[in-house]
């Protein structure tokens, strides 16, 4: 199970929590996205212009107490820097990744997306691995744990028991 199971649990089990995914979240605008420079590759002028729009709105859904998890693929860094400029202070980061094998079956397999399975996207993952330890971001293997526990273990950051 990845970052969009665990999020869809979520969503699914814990209605007190708004629950927003990357993959249906929309895009920023060319206009927004050009504001930030060029770039549409990982970790590039567009993850950022997303990352950074997507915070401003979840802004105001945290400010009204409402617990929010965002399930997206995106820089440790942007995230840090859209919680700072919308002065954030109570959120928790979390980096869900899982082994080399594990992902490219699921990109081969559950997604239909082979094409992904591949060196970039190795050293991408390698990427945001380094940054979240650099940071001190906690990262969850979900080649170690079961859905129900991953899914707990996120909730927990998210309703206070």
Known sequence: ???TSIALAVEREHPEIAVYR??????PSADVMASYGEGYQPGGAWQRAFTLEWIEKLAPVLAGGKPVLFEAQMRPAFIAEGLAL???THAQILLVECDDR???ARLRQDRQQPEL???SMRGWSRYLHGEAVDAGYEIIDT??????ETVAHVVSYLVPT
């Open 117 to 119: 399975a591949n060196e």
């Open 143 to 148: 080649g170690a744990a079961s859905l129900t």
């Open 102 to 104: 594990t992902r490219e």
């Open 86 to 88: 919308q002065a954030i």
């Open 1 to 3: 199970m990845g970052k």
């Open 22 to 27: 990357g993959d249906t979240a929309g895009v």
